[in-house]
């Protein structure tokens, strides 16, 4: 991610964020950092600036428009300017945003800066420093010099020439993990249990010693750093672990920021791209999708409210997001009002068949029915909101027997589904007629008049065939037919009379057809 303009600016942290009022200079106004006003301190000219008005109401805001804009600044960041004229901003050629009433304005700042601040992470996956750390300790201490996460897998090694390795180094290396034995295993327990650094003695013959400290932030361990002592340590080695460990744990945590903060504005982006509101263009690039894709919707199928559904949802969450991670990478997945959405890549014929493993998967860590939704595939993620309304209405016409299922073998009840709103929607189409006639003779005399009409229908009117679906002789479905005509005023041989009490004994009624 690379914010340099407003625009950016705006689909990194933008919708219920930061929210655009006005930008009389357009959207490629550029960006270079974001500033906490100050009203006892002359405000500095910093072209491009984003100022973040602290202490400045809506309505008392032109003097402070008029100096960002003499300064030179892009834009000027109020709280509860939404519903602001931006009569003065106009005037002056400066951009308002605005964020909530309640809105901390440290955590404003550190948001709109982390994104402004934001660079694409270099290929050790946002840890580029840690290398240099890595030197800079192997430097100092006299050794070969790794950096590793709790999980024992390597995030940086030094590069420094001359200095002696050993195969378990060569290895690790190779695999960026260090190799699992029983020895190891006793090592880390001696090193995570100690105060500062630890000696420790070679695993096997031709091995090197080391000297190893773990990196911890505020009682939380974040991993570790290991030198290699193979008889040239320098005298202050352990020192300089101690400082390059409280290093280290910086980089680690600022990294971790870094991804989380990645992380929060993907999932926004993702979450308005999926709304028909972000820019398709910009979201395409950022989520790193060209070309065609398509929607897949996960639910949890259970009866959990309140914290447990929350916590249900989270979970298959984290299912999803694994999944599509192994299976594309680097991937597009969003938690919204209890469904979690992820947006595939296309063409994919194996998208039936991912969602399929994702729903045994999440069914079984969560143990909970889990029921998943493919919408349409479209060309390209400016169409993604529309194959998310069509996974929705999937969702929303359940088959028990079938926990996936695409729009298109949907079909038929997503369409009776449309329908039945659209015609409760219009009291020309849901207003007493036939059908009202039909359930309500039925509710008052016991007979069972409405679902005998269905089968006729569904039958092809075809009186054998209507009787085979109720289960009685074709006289008494011959019966039931003559009294729906004389006694509730139905013309059954008017084919469109037909057709419309079809409809609405199928679609307002919600009358199902009975199986042959």
Same mark, same amino acid.
């Given at each position: 991610?690379?914010?340099?303009?407003?625009?950016?600016?705006?689909? $990194?942290?933008?919708?219920?964020? %930061?929210?655009?009022?006005?930008?009389?200079?357009?959207? =490629?106004?550029? +960006?270079?950092?974001?500033?906490?006003?100050?009203?006892?301190?002359?405000?500095?000219?910093?072209?491009?600036?984003?100022?973040?008005?602290?202490?400045?109401?809506?309505?008392?805001?032109?003097?402070?428009?008029?100096?960002?804009?003499?300064?030179?600044?892009?834009?000027?960041?109020?709280?509860?300017?939404?519903?602001?004229?931006?009569?003065? $901003?106009?005037?002056?050629?400066?951009?308002?945003?605005?964020?909530?009433?309640?809105?901390?304005?440290?955590?404003?700042?550190?948001?709109?800066?982390?994104?402004?601040?934001?660079?694409? #992470?270099?290929?050790?996956?946002?840890?580029?420093?840690?290398?240099?750390?890595?030197?800079?300790?192997?430097?100092?201490?006299?050794?070969?010099?790794?950096?590793?996460? !709790?999980?024992?897998? +390597?995030?940086?090694?030094?590069?420094?020439?001359?200095?002696? %390795?050993?195969?378990?180094?060569?290895?690790?290396?190779?695999?960026?993990?260090?190799?699992?034995?029983?020895?190891?295993?006793?090592?880390?327990?001696? /090193?995570?249990?100690?105060?500062?650094?630890?000696?420790?003695?070679?695993?096997?013959?031709?091995?090197?010693?080391?000297?190893?400290?773990?990196?911890?932030?505020?009682? &939380?361990?974040?991993?570790?750093?290991?030198? +290699?002592? $193979?008889?040239?340590?320098? !005298?202050?080695?352990?020192?300089?672990?101690?400082?390059?460990?409280?290093?280290?744990?910086?980089?680690?945590?600022?990294?971790? #920021?870094?991804?989380?903060?990645?992380?929060?504005?993907?999932?926004?982006?993702?979450?308005?791209?999926? &709304?028909?509101?972000?820019?398709?263009?910009?979201?395409?690039?950022?989520?790193?999708?060209?070309?065609?894709?398509?929607? $897949?919707?996960?639910?949890?199928? #259970?009866?959990?409210?309140?914290?447990?559904?929350?916590?249900?949802?989270?979970? /298959?969450?984290?299912?999803?997001?694994?999944?599509?991670?192994?299976?594309?990478?680097?991937?597009?997945? %969003?938690?919204?009002?209890?469904?979690?959405?992820?947006?595939?890549?296309?063409?994919?014929?194996?998208?039936?068949?991912?969602?399929?493993?994702?729903?045994?998967?999440?069914?079984?860590?969560?143990?909970?029915?889990?029921?998943?939704?493919?919408?349409?595939?479209?060309?390209?993620?400016?169409?993604? *909101?529309?194959?998310?309304?069509?996974?929705?209405? %999937?969702?929303?016409?359940?088959?028990?027997?079938?926990?996936?299922? =695409? +729009?298109?073998?949907?079909?038929?009840?997503?369409?009776?589904?449309?329908?039945?709103?659209?015609?409760?929607?219009?009291?020309?189409?849901?207003?007493?007629?036939?059908?009202?006639?039909?359930?309500?003779?039925?509710?008052?005399?016991?007979?069972?008049? #409405?679902?005998?009409?269905?089968?006729?229908?569904? *039958?092809?009117?075809?009186? *054998?065939?209507?009787?085979?679906?109720?289960?009685?002789?074709?006289?008494?479905?011959?019966?039931?037919?003559?009294?729906?005509?004389?006694?509730?005023?139905?013309?059954?041989?008017?084919?469109?009379?037909?057709?419309? /009490?079809?409809?609405?004994?199928?679609?307002?009624?919600?009358?199902?057809?009975?199986?042959?």
């Amino acid at each position: 991610m690379d914010v340099r303009t407003l625009g950016d600016l705006l689909d $990194a942290v933008g919708g219920a964020s %930061v929210r655009l009022v006005t930008a009389p200079a357009g959207l =490629t106004a550029p +960006i270079t950092e974001a500033l906490l006003y100050d009203a006892h301190a002359p405000l500095p000219r910093v072209p491009g600036a984003l100022l973040l008005a602290v202490g400045v109401r809506p309505d008392d805001a032109g003097p402070v428009l008029a100096a960002a804009a003499e300064a030179e600044m892009t834009g000027v960041v109020l709280r509860g300017a939404d519903g602001h004229a931006p009569d003065d $901003a106009h005037a002056h050629g400066v951009a308002l945003l605005s964020v909530d009433e309640d809105a901390a304005w440290h955590h404003v700042h550190l948001l709109l800066a982390s994104a402004i601040g934001a660079r694409p #992470a270099p290929s050790a996956g946002g840890l580029g420093d840690l290398f240099a750390l890595a030197d800079a300790i192997a430097a100092a201490a006299g050794g070969a010099t790794a950096v590793e996460d !709790p999980r024992q897998r +390597i995030l940086a090694y030094s590069t420094v020439p001359g200095q002696p %390795v050993d195969e378990d180094r060569r290895q690790g290396i190779l695999g960026l993990q260090v190799p699992v034995s029983a020895e190891n295993t006793e090592q880390y327990r001696r /090193l995570f249990a100690a105060d500062g650094p630890v000696r420790l003695p070679a695993l096997r013959e031709g091995g090197l010693p080391r000297l190893a400290v773990a990196v911890r932030a505020g009682g &939380e361990t974040l991993g570790s750093v290991w030198v +290699i002592d $193979a008889g040239t340590l320098a !005298p202050d080695a352990e020192d300089t672990l101690v400082q390059g460990a409280s290093t280290a744990a910086l980089l680690l945590l600022r990294a971790r #920021a870094a991804r989380e903060l990645a992380r929060h504005l993907g999932d926004d982006l993702l979450r308005r791209l999926l &709304e028909g509101t972000a820019d398709a263009a910009t979201a395409a690039q950022r989520l790193g999708l060209d070309g065609a894709v398509r929607v $897949a919707a996960f639910v949890p199928d #259970a009866t959990a409210s309140g914290p447990d559904a929350e916590r249900t949802a989270l979970r /298959l969450l984290d299912v999803v997001r694994l999944q599509c991670e192994a299976r594309y990478g680097r991937h597009a997945c %969003v938690l919204v009002d209890g469904v979690v959405y992820a947006l595939l890549p296309a063409p994919g014929a194996r998208h039936r068949a991912l969602a399929e493993d994702i729903v045994a998967r999440a069914g079984r860590a969560l143990r909970v029915p889990v029921r998943a939704a493919l919408g349409g595939t479209v060309p390209d993620v400016a169409g993604a *909101a529309e194959s998310r309304a069509d996974a929705d209405l %999937v969702l929303r016409v359940p088959d028990p027997d079938v926990p996936v299922a =695409t +729009i298109d073998e949907a079909r038929p009840r997503v369409v009776l589904l449309r329908l039945r709103e659209l015609m409760a929607e219009h009291r020309e189409l849901s207003a007493d007629g036939a059908w009202r006639r039909v359930l309500s003779y039925d509710a008052e005399h016991g007979t069972d008049h #409405a679902r005998t009409l269905v089968c006729w229908f569904d *039958a092809g009117c075809d009186m *054998a065939g209507a009787a085979k679906r109720l289960a009685v002789h074709p006289n008494t479905c011959r019966y039931r037919l003559r009294q729906v005509q004389r006694q509730l005023g139905v013309d059954l041989d008017d084919p469109d009379e037909r057709l419309v /009490l079809w409809l609405q004994l199928r679609t307002l009624a919600g009358l199902r057809p009975a199986t042959a």
